[in-house]
């Protein structure tokens, strides 16, 4: 956090640090794990606070940014979601919905989710309770808490895995250079990797291994006025909460694209549809999204305009290593063929694979 504000400030950005609630409420005098393992009813009255404190606080840091006349950016130590790892998924659901919350308000509406791999997985010499007085983890329970809190962030569009493969200056670097594709510095840049599955997947193989998120999608392609800009709407729905997006994407090289994405409203991706472009489909597919070896993969399965599986895994960095799951069948690597782009699958003429 210290390094991403210091050199984010670097860049001309204001940047305001908002610190972990659970450690604030713990440093503050109360006792968590004491009132967790009272009863369960307690322990979920527990998480509910938790939750609105996070609510609150990052309203408070959103009205403060707008004091501002320069750009602000915001880093938050732990977001809504890792609430889910601590206590029944179907709670966590309920506690959302008694709160009148989505996933689009505690998942998806944050830019970038960065999810540091805990020092326990993969670097234990250096795994510590001495930095954080609110930490009482043991190994083995901190392995399974980060792998919850990893699982509970699946199925963000903009999720990226910083693991132990690396020292922790290049751990530190990973994630900067994740900041900095989101933000533009030199330039929103998606480095990504497509492959073109054989045949379909066995998806409960899959699942047995990997924790999968599925999400349908709705892209539509708008007509642009600029030949270069590829514009787009698209509507992901995940457990019948559905959020809404434009996107606009630039084609620098292969495999690198500038892309600059928000968050709309219902009302506002209606009108837009308006101006869909009458050469193209709307693309409709459910994404499968899971996390395996240190890497964030989305399998797509296309239902229109054509039936197509293709993995895809976004990455910090052009040399990083990726290791696809044994029980995925891979045919080749699309990543350069155009062919395979949305874009062209969504043109009226059909594209085989």
């Not at 210290?2 to 972990?20: A, H, T």
């Not at 903009?158 to 994630?175: M, S």
Request: some cysteine; hydrophobic content about 40%; aromatic content about 8%.
């Amino acid at each position: 956090m210290s390094v991403l504000s210091q050199k984010l400030s670097d860049y001309g950005y204001k940047v305001l640090v908002c610190p972990e609630t659970a450690s604030l409420v713990i440093n503050a005098g109360v006792d968590v794990i004491s009132l967790s393992n009272t009863d369960p009813a307690l322990a979920f009255e527990l998480q509910r606070r938790i939750l609105r404190t996070q609510r609150a606080l990052r309203q408070s840091f959103r009205e403060l940014a707008e004091l501002y006349s320069s750009p602000v950016v915001i880093l938050f130590d732990r977001g809504e979601m890792d609430d889910a790892a601590y206590i029944d998924p179907e709670l966590f659901s309920a506690l959302l919905y008694e709160e009148h919350l989505s996933l689009t308000d505690v998942r998806d509406s944050y830019d970038l989710v960065i999810h540091l791999v805990t020092a326990a997985n993969g670097a234990e010499d250096y795994y510590t309770l001495s930095n954080n007085t609110a930490r009482s983890e043991s190994l083995e329970l901190a392995r399974e808490l980060d792998h919850k809190t990893l699982t509970a962030w699946l199925g963000h569009p903009r999720l990226r895995i910083v693991d132990n493969a690396t020292d922790f200056t290049a751990k530190i670097t990973r994630a900067l250079s994740a900041a900095t594709q989101v933000l533009g510095r030199p330039a929103p840049l998606e480095i990504e990797r497509k492959f073109l599955l054989s045949k379909p997947p066995d998806l409960a193989a899959l699942a047995t291994n990997y924790p999968i998120r599925p999400i349908d999608i709705e892209q539509t392609y708008l007509i642009s006025p600029d030949p270069e800009v590829e514009l787009r709407v698209r509507k992901r729905t995940d457990s019948n909460h559905a959020s809404y997006y434009r996107t606009e994407k630039v084609t620098l090289s292969p495999g690198h694209r500038l892309e600059r994405e928000r968050i709309i409203t219902p009302s506002e991706y209606l009108h837009l549809l308006s101006a869909k472009d009458p050469g193209h489909q709307t693309i409709k597919k459910t994404r499968y999204c899971f996390a395996a070896h240190g890497l964030y993969f989305e399998l797509d399965h296309s239902h229109a305009p054509i039936d197509l599986w293709v993995l895809e895994v976004e990455l910090t960095e052009d040399a990083a290593v990726v290791l696809i799951p044994e029980e995925l069948s891979i045919d080749r690597e699309v990543t350069n063929d155009s062919n395979f782009k949305n874009y062209e699958l969504s043109k009226l003429a059909p594209v085989h694979a």
